[in-house]
């Protein structure tokens, strides 16, 4: 009788990647260990995350087995998985059930690495990405309970897993929801093409200073979006999770493994908060920019232009600008994503599990 294997996928980007190489992996299931080729079936949905923001696999992998009568499971979640390293995969109930971390793919080749890892399971072969972590005694976001925790080894493993929680949290998302935003930046930039001043300005200052003042535009209003939104990841308490331990110097030891573990995710989680608000920061000035182009060619006259500065213009001036003008917009959008709301800027920000993950440990109760 053929296994039942069961492919199951957060909703979002691990549900669109796993379904749309089910063909490839049914293609590839031919060459399963036993010689008969399986049954593959995919759903969307997620396994629940603990009172610490977890995803306890051994726990819940025997009774999704049961109800649906699967003999092997593969759960595919873009919840970042650490140690004081990357977790690729955690295999539970003697490898029946296996929980695959799409962030520590990455982002380059990061589809096909998926596929090569998931061909390999709908095989009947066991996880092979990665290097089995041996005493693994605390995680952030898996079961440390799991038979085995497969981790990204080699030069380069932080950076993956950070590209692929960038990547994760959908930057384009948070550019979708900054309306105000950009809506403010829009006019603060367009009322300054209105002065002469500032084409005086666009037109004396330096291309070095643009670039400074650009930087310093995007970093700004990066800055403000993190800090008004609590995006920050300050670190953060366990709430008392039961674990044995014993006294004298193994409490210190660990006391320190756990501060340790706490410290190397929270410094991935801004640091991934940060990529994805700069990208969208980024996206912002780029359609201020496009904007104020259109406005000061349409509003500023040539030969108004060149009767301010004394000089002729060329469209090189116009470009010019548009930057400049841009760049006073953005500082004024900056205030203006004041008025978007928390809550609309932090689901937009991060990946649904990534961001349940930061609602149960309490990530955002300091506002």
């Keep these: 009788m053929p296994e039942k294997i069961g492919l199951l996928a957060d909703r979002g980007l691990p549900a669109v990647r796993v379904r749309a190489m089910l063909q490839q992996l049914a293609k590839a299931s031919e060459n399963h260990v036993s010689g008969t080729k399986p049954i593959l079936e995919f759903r969307t949905g997620t396994l ?17 087995l049961r109800d649906y009568g699967w003999d092997r499971l593969v759960y595919v979640t873009d919840l970042p ?47 092979g990405a990665g290097q089995r972590e041996k005493g693994v005694d605390e995680i952030e976001g898996g079961d440390v309970e799991a038979d085995t925790t497969r981790v990204l080894e080699g030069r380069g ?26 809506a403010t930046g829009v006019a603060t930039g367009g009322f300054g093409i209105f002065y002469g001043s500032v084409w005086e300005m666009s037109y004396l200052i330096s291309s070095w200073r ?3 003042i650009t930087i310093l535009s ?12 609590g995006l920050w990841n300050g670190g953060y308490s366990r709430k008392a999770e039961p674990s044995v331990l014993s006294v004298g110097a193994d409490v ?18 801004n640091l991934a908060t940060t990529g994805t608000v700069l990208i969208s920061a980024t996206g912002v000035y780029a359609l201020i920019y496009l904007t104020m182009l259109l406005v000061s060619a349409a509003v500023v006259p040539v030969p108004f232009f ?20 841009a760049s006073l917009g953005t500082l004024g959008g900056a205030l203006g994503s004041s008025f978007d709301t928390d809550e609309s800027v932090r689901e937009a920000t991060y990946n649904r599990r990534e961001l349940q993950r930061r609602q149960i ?3 955002f109760d300091g506002d």
């Design 218 to 229: 995007i970093t700004l209003l990066t800055f403000w979006l993190i800090y008004k939104n």
């Design 306 to 325: 060149e009767s301010r500065v004394n000089s002729t213009i060329t469209p090189l001036d116009y470009l010019t600008l548009a930057w400049f003008a």
């Design 81 to 127: 998985l650490t140690t004081r390293r990357p977790v690729i995969s955690q295999t539970v109930e003697q490898g029946k059930a296996t929980m695959l971390c799409l962030p520590a793919f990455g982002l380059l080749r990061a589809k096909e690495g998926l596929r090569q890892e998931l061909s390999r399971l709908v095989c009947g072969k066991h996880a």
């Design 157 to 182: 493993r932080t950076l993956r897993l950070l590209l692929g929680m960038i990547r994760g949290n959908r930057p384009g998302q948070l550019l979708k929801v900054l309306s105000s935003c950009l």
């Design 252 to 269: 210190a030891t660990t006391q320190a493994s756990t501060d340790s573990v706490e410290w190397w995710r929270a410094r991935m989680d």
């Design 210 to 212: 643009q670039i400074m």
């Design 361 to 363: 440990v309490g990530l």
């Design 48 to 64: 629940p995350m603990d009172e610490f923001g977890n995803v306890r696999l051994a726990d819940t992998a025997p009774g999704i």
